[in-house]
């Protein structure tokens, strides 16, 4: 039984922007990812996760050509950067394992195989596009702060 329901939206953010809401969400083409993710207390798991490739999703607005980073944010404000070669081999996880993730896992959920655990982030709001300088800190456009809720798989 769903504890929560999937309502809202992820907005997508480039040159354009574009919400995507929930129910759309379920209705887009879907790629599964096998994944072990290793959270913040060690412990390491493997599971499959299904949902829109983010390359398909990011391709909805215009992506500016120097574009070097994604930062994902979830409803609560955390947020990661990065690399978009390697955040576009992701999926914005509804499913785990087989089953629907609901609101209270982390509907929607940012998934890129290899990508520390608590990286892969819970209840997606934004994926945005990203130009970074050259030296310039990926990490300057994160917020990582763990009080802001349960950040644990």
């Known amino acids: 039984m769903e504890r929560s329901t999937r309502s809202g939206s992820v907005r997508l953010v480039g040159e354009t922007a574009r919400a995507v809401d929930h129910a759309t969400l379920e209705g887009l083409p879907a790629r599964e990812i096998s994944a072990e993710i290793v959270c913040s207390s060690g412990d390491r798991y493997r599971d499959s996760w299904r949902g829109p490739p983010i390359?398909?999703?990011?391709e909805r607005v215009e992506v500016p050509v120097e574009t070097t980073h994604l930062t994902v944010t979830a409803t609560d404000g955390f947020r990661v950067c990065?690399?978009?070669?390697?955040?576009?081999?992701?999926?914005?996880?509804?499913?785990?394992g087989g089953q629907r993730l609901s609101v209270d896992d982390g509907?929607?959920?940012?998934?890129?195989?290899?990508?520390?655990?608590?990286?892969?982030?819970?209840?997606?709001?934004?994926?945005g596009t990203l130009a970074l300088?050259?030296?310039?800190d990926?990490?300057?456009?994160?917020?990582?702060?763990?009080?802001?809720g349960d950040r644990s798989l």
Do not use: C, M, S, W
């Not at 509907?107 to 994926?127: D, M, Q, S």
């Not at 990926?138 to 802001?148: F, G, I, T």
């Open 55 to 58: 390359d398909r999703l990011i």
């Open 82 to 96: 990065i690399g978009a070669i390697d955040a576009l081999e992701g999926v914005l996880a509804t499913h785990q």
């Open 107 to 127: 509907y929607p959920r940012f998934v890129v195989a290899g990508l520390e655990g608590p990286r892969t982030v819970k209840n997606v709001a934004e994926i």
């Open 138 to 148: 990926p990490e300057a456009h994160e917020e990582l702060r763990l009080d802001r």
């Open 133 to 136: 300088a050259p030296g310039e």
